[in-house]
């Protein structure tokens, strides 16, 4: 059972070209607007130092002090209203980015939470959190001023390039070769970096799932004394990661060194060349602070042309690794069939085989069929398979060989909606949010009202038992279970099943012994719930079969014994009559 991938061509832009269609296309007024501001801003970067050459030469030509002022309120006003106009930028580009990327995230968490169960056991919670969150974060630039900036760079940089030739054709060619081997140097080096950001980040997943796993055991690891292991384990991976982000900064900072050296380079060139011309007296003061100021503002756009680079660059990375789980098919595709015939569903497995891994079976040629409203319990030993049996009726796998039936038709052709509607599911480690009672048993939604909470807990002889938690209703459990008993979990869940009102109940029942009010009051709500359903109990209590009709065991993947319950316990050679005469010794011990 492996999950598909299905790779796509590795082309960066082709990808950023389907994300801005599906992700910032949508949002063309927010990106409208700050296309205004960023060509705005490009305006003003232009207008502010020839306002202050005019300044300048001003002041050399002993203009009168009015002029002066005008040009002074002048330049002070393009500074405020740039300054605003920043702030507009800001905001835009921050909303577009949560906008577009809060959409990407939770599109990668439905695509995550709707592939089959193989693809969960390969990938650890805290991975897919890097996926969901840190990988999607990285794109918050590209996907709001990636393109945006890239362009009014290069525009910005033409512009002031052209003023430059436009005030001295010596001073402009030589900044415009320059320019180009700066452009040129500097986006060869911006690939060096990346692939040291890549592995930093994969070591950050590994330690964000490791963390999270054993966060998740703190209970089994403290009682059995493996604190120490675990935080040595953790230090190495502390110790990995911090090994693999210095690597990455100080790269990163070697390249910066680079630039900044490219930088004074290119400054020097553009001063000598400007004292030059001002001492052999072919050019003003003014313009001499006029081409000093534009070389100095030349800088910034270059810097940006090439941290974009660098940026998408290093985004494509997490790009390629969210495009490769979107491309992370399901290996259990959806069915077409809308609808199932109303009332309990009859059941039928046809010689079904089944093994999480090829070389490996864990159920071998299962046949049986239960009727609607039968109910059917199932025993065995540990890892004999019963477990595997009800994923398959719920196809989180789908089987090697034979079929599994719904009122005979094939589980494949339903669609997974519905299937998933008409089955339900109690699992031995029953999964309980911190939330309160109320949630838990609705599963958050809101449209079920606490009346009908309270019919269902009626009908399943828990009303009493609801009402005597602290706080009724509201009383706040804490995830994993610990506010609660394995017993009364599993009453939760219980009552969350028949809100959903199901027609197949698969009960996988907690292994762990019950105080004798809890067993009394989950074999009363097992009751509630039958009634009217087909079911399958794997039972771990003999007290549970009194619910079912039928039996069978389960020996190492295949059907030992199979019938009638009555009938079972009468036959004095078989296993379960067997387990009934240990179970009364028991008793009578
Ligand atoms: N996700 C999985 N990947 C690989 N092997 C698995 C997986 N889940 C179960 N198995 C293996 O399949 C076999 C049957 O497991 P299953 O959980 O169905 O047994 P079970 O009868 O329900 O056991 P128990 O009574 O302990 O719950 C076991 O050998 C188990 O190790």
Redo the contacts with the bound molecule.
Sequence with gaps: MVTSVTPRPSYSFLRYRRLWEQYIAPQWRLVSLLTIFLLTTIGLQLLTPFILGQFIDAVTHGRAADTLFVLAVVYLCVAFFARGVRVGETYTAERLAWITTNALRLDVARHCLRLD??FH?QHTPGELIERVDGDVSMLNNLFSRFVLVLINSVLLTVGMLVVLLLIDLRIGLTLLVYTGCYLLVNILLSRIPPPYFVKARQAEAELFGFLEERLSGTEDIRANGAVDSVLHRLTFFLRQRFLLQRRAELVSQEVRGVRMLMYIIGTLIALGLDAYLYLSGTITLGIVYLIFAYTMQLWDPLREITHQIGDFQQAVAGLSRLDELLQTRTAIPDGELEQLPEGPLAISFETVSFG??AA?P?LHAISFSLTPGTVLGVL??????????T?LLLRFYDPDEGCIRLNGVDLKMIKLDVLRSRVAVVT?DVQLFHASVRNNLTLFDRSISDSAIEDALKTLGLLEWSQRLPQGLDTILRSGGESLSAGQAQLVALTRIFLAHPDLVIL?EA?SRLDPVTEALLDRAISGLLRGRTGII?A?RLTTLKHVDEVMI?ER?RVGEYGPREQLAQGSESYYSRLLQVDDMEDAK
């Excluded at 065995?380 to 049996?389: P, V």
């Design positions: 169960l193989s056991h999480y891994q490996k864990v065995g030993r540990t890892g004999s398979g019963k477990t595997t049996l994923r031995q996988d292994s794997i771990h389960l993947g």
